[in-house]
């Protein structure tokens, strides 16, 4: 390179970079820069705290950040697949991953709530149970949008809307007819489906970033009608007293006839804890189990197809109506899956609960992980999900920290953290693993 070159190269860099850094200025002058705070000595009044030097840290991170980027990465005359693929492990280093990882995964999640109250006590593992319990929430719906965004190629933005289909249809039929959480379970699903279906026919014509906005649509009209159906739904207020789910008939109460008096243990309430991981930690086997089965069917591998090319998919015979919509209900089903789980967990649930950010988190998941990997879900959701609640001490700071990460992933590793594939079917009756830059991302 010219040293013409090497000077515009770096001028348009610092340009841009700079330009970064006045947007980051404008952004952070408000979020970080001055915050709302008890004033000593206005009489206890709310005062404003200003901390520029904070949003100076801010702008030069974004600065020095962006400026590397231009000159390093994005500007440079080789392909940037080079400049990154040399720097990442090649693809057959991963093709074992999966198969070691996942009994390793299976028997540390099989024996995590011994560990933890053996190491910790009741006491102070109960913490770490309710977070292994919300990790394995998030795995099992990334695992359901996996289904329809990493197999089928269908960019859903509204998948938490059969989240909150399943959990109010258990919190209802509970509370109207009285039904108990396994007679609701499956019923939460079959409903949750049927929106899919419902969600699939006007959306079967679209792709892309139509498709997107459509779903995010969809999203948002089950969260303004359960907002604003205040009779059916209680509205802003939620639904509470929602019951909790027996061992095969005993409650985890205090009493006689209870689960810790029928087998002569010492009430406690870690009980129903360990109780619920165990439920959610079925379910999502489940949930995996059934999705690596379809995907070695006739209708996985049209799934695959619709995500590789439509039109040649179209070609073959396929009916892609029915594979869009088996998509779409398969992944609604075993949202509505989690979100009855979520309702007897919670004992209380609201609007608020199933806003866009959520649909925003379970994509990120699945994109993070990897388009149609399944352990890339279980590893994104431990580190999205537990590492966002161990950070939460950082307040607002957790948030940017969040944010950077996911662009430095993307940016190293666009693929996802498992960008390997393993075919569904080979010739050779060996499958092997495939790098993903040979995979279509899937516009649906």
């Not at 662009?407 to 390997?420: E, F, H, N, T, Y």
């Amino acid at each position: 390179m010219s040293n013409l070159k090497k000077d515009s190269l770096f001028a348009g860099s610092v340009k841009d970079a700079a330009a970064g850094g006045l947007v980051a200025l404008a952004l952070f002058g408000m979020m970080i820069g001055m915050q709302a705070d008890v004033a000593t000595g206005l009489g206890g009044q709310l005062g404003i705290n200003y901390r520029w030097g904070a949003v100076a840290i801010a702008v030069v991170i974004v600065f020095a950040g962006r400026l590397l980027l231009n000159l390093f990465v994005w500007k440079s005359d080789k392909p940037v697949t080079r400049t990154v693929g040399s720097l990442l492990p090649k693809a057959s280093s991963f093709s074992g991953l999966g198969r070691f990882a996942t009994p390793v995964f299976l028997v540390l999640a099989v024996v995590l709530p011994f560990l933890l109250t053996y190491f910790l006590g009741t006491r102070g593992s109960r913490q770490y149970l309710d977070l292994a319990i919300l990790v394995t929430t998030y795995v099992m719906l990334g695992w359901g949008l996996n289904i329809v965004v990493g197999l089928a190629g269908l960019l859903d933005l509204g998948y938490v809307a059969f989240y909150a289909v399943g959990a109010y249809s258990y919190a209802l039929l509970a509370q109207y007819f009285g039904f108990s959480f396994w007679v609701c379970l499956p019923l939460a699903g079959i409903l949750a489906a049927f929106w899919g279906i419902i969600l699939g026919f006007p959306v079967l014509r679209l792709r892309g970033d139509y498709l997107a906005i459509v779903t995010l649509a969809f999203g948002e009209i089950i969260r303004v009608v359960l907002l604003n159906w205040y009779d059916f739904t209680g509205g802003p207020d939620g639904l509470s007293n929602i019951p909790r789910p027996s061992f095969f008939g005993l409650d985890f109460e205090r009493g006689e006839g209870n689960f810790a008096d029928f087998f002569g243990l010492e009430y406690n309430s870690i009980h129903r804890i360990i109780f619920l991981y165990y439920v959610i930690l079925a379910m999502a086997l489940v949930t995996n189990l059934v999705t690596m089965r379809l995907r070695k069917l006739p209708i996985g591998r049209a799934w695959e197809a619709l995500r590789e090319d439509e039109i040649a998919c179209r070609s073959l015979g396929i009916n892609t109506t029915n594979t869009k919509l088996t998509a779409f209900a398969l992944g609604a089903m075993f949202g509505g899956f989690a979100g009855s789980f979520f309702a007897t967990r919670q004992g209380f649930i609201s609007p608020e609960s199933f806003t866009f950010m959520e649909s925003a988190v379970i994509l990120a998941i699945v994109v993070l992980g990897g388009l149609g990997s399944q352990i890339g879900v279980v590893i994104a959701a431990v580190v999205m999900i537990g590492g966002f609640e161990f950070f939460r001490g950082l307040e607002e700071y957790r948030m940017l920290v969040f944010g950077l990460l996911m662009v430095v992933i993307m940016v190293w590793r666009p693929r996802g953290l498992i960008s390997v594939r393993t075919p569904s079917i080979s010739l050779s009756g060996k499958a092997k693993g495939i790098s993903a830059d040979l995979v279509q991302e899937g516009h649906g």
